[in-house]
């Protein structure tokens, strides 16, 4: 039997406090609007359940990202530890190319921008198709989705 695909969805997604900690007000509000959009719109599954939609609890836990998927009544459904060793040089280069960003704004042509954002989403994009490689079998989603969540990864590692 095919899953309900409104029920394929995250409902809600929540941070640990007590692992993620509280950030500057800029990583705070980042974070906010990264999960908004998250909720928004996605598409979220868990292979082999069609118990949604999902709440998703992120962790830090041994410098890997907990998720915590649970039921709508709380029930744990799954959880998966996620090294974000193999996203280092991505989240490296995508805040070096976010600054170089920033800056030109001020400065720039718009030509030169353009290319600067070109080369932000073609790195956030990278990041996505990494993390629908590593959630492969874990978690299904679609490419938005994982951009999404790939934005969530981006504001818990920013600093500001």
Known sequence: MEP???????????????????GTPDQDHERRIAIYDL????H?????HDGGPYALHLAVHDRKIL???RD????????????M????????????ICESYFTAIRTASPQQIEAID?????LHN??????????EGKISGDFDTYRRLFTLLTALHWKG
């Open 85 to 96: 060793s193999p996203f280092r040089r991505i989240l490296r280069d995508y805040f070096m």
């Open 44 to 48: 979220f599954g868990v292979p082999g």
């Open 39 to 42: 909720v928004e719109a996605n």
């Open 72 to 83: 709508p009544k709380g029930a744990p459904v799954a959880a998966h530890l996620l090294s």
């Open 126 to 135: 990278e990041g996505a198709q990494l993390l629908a490689e590593r959630l």
């Open 67 to 69: 998720l915590d998927i």
């Open 4 to 22: 309900d695909a409104t029920r394929q969805c995250l409902a809600s997604v929540t941070l640990d406090e007590a692992s993620i900690g509280r």
């Open 118 to 122: 070109m080369g932000r989403r073609g």
